[in-house]
């Protein structure tokens, strides 16, 4: 129980495009999703908190009109890079919780992004 | 501000060389401290949670414990398929379930 999937797995865009990522939730519903980021080497940086129904809630730093964040149902997630640039390159996570009474979240196998 | 700091960095063992990762925090009341496997190019894989001083977690080679500053995963006995990046995170009891990370540490373990 408890898997995330996320699609694509790796993605090449140009520089100025747009690419969606998708986070979907295939046991369980997920009110709540999350969406981080990984450079090499470092760890995982929460960018945003997204919230089936409603807003997405996005952490100091992170631009909300570049990465948009649609959560349209209890089992999926989709985050935008709009106006993809080179340094927007980087390890999409996205992240679950699985039922109210658990605190502990599952993550999916990531999406490697490259603008080139 | 949370904060988690993991070391070390990176540890190579012998196949069957028992060792202790350490996870040192700060949060502002802790809800919970989770710990994560990382294998290169993939999600994390959760492995544990712990929720208050002096609790313990076992699962196959690893166990994981907390103090009020610290968290260890102590690995006995290691395979090299236990070899991996080890993510420690927390999440405070105010506000969201926002996890924060550590760097965490890259274990080698060598046949």
């Known amino acids: 129980g408890a898997v995330v999937s996320q699609h694509p797995s790796r993605v090449i865009c140009k520089s100025g495009t747009s690419v969606k990522i998708e986070c979907r939730s295939l046991?369980?519903?997920?009110?709540?999703m999350f969406w981080y980021r990984q450079f090499p080497k470092q760890s995982l940086m929460l960018m945003a908190t997204s919230n089936e129904g409603s807003k997405a809630t996005y952490e100091q730093g992170v631009e909300k009109d570049k990465f948009l964040i649609n959560h349209a149902s209890l089992t999926l997630s989709t985050l935008t890079v709009t106006s993809a640039h080179p340094e927007d390159s980087s390890f999409y996570i996205c992240s679950a919780i699985p039922g109210q009474n658990s605190y502990e979240q599952y993550f999916g196998p990531g999406t490697r992004l490259t603008v080139t | 501000e949370d904060q988690v700091t993991q070391s070390p960095e990176a540890l190579r063992l012998q196949e069957g060389e028992s060792s202790s990762l350490n996870c040192s925090y700060t949060v502002s009341g802790l809800r919970g401290l989770f710990w994560y496997r990382q294998d290169p190019g993939k999600g994390p894989e959760f492995l544990f949670t712990?929720?208050?001083a002096g609790e313990e977690k076992e699962k196959e080679r690893l166990k994981a414990t907390l103090t009020k500053k610290e968290s260890f995963l102590h690995i006995t006995a290691p395979k090299p398929e236990d070899s991996a990046t080890y993510l420690c995170a927390v999440q405070a009891s105010f506000g969201n379930e926002k996890l924060t990370f550590g760097t965490g540490t890259r274990l080698t373990i060598i046949p």
């Open positions: 046991d369980f519903q997920a009110t709540t």
């Open positions: 712990l929720y208050s």
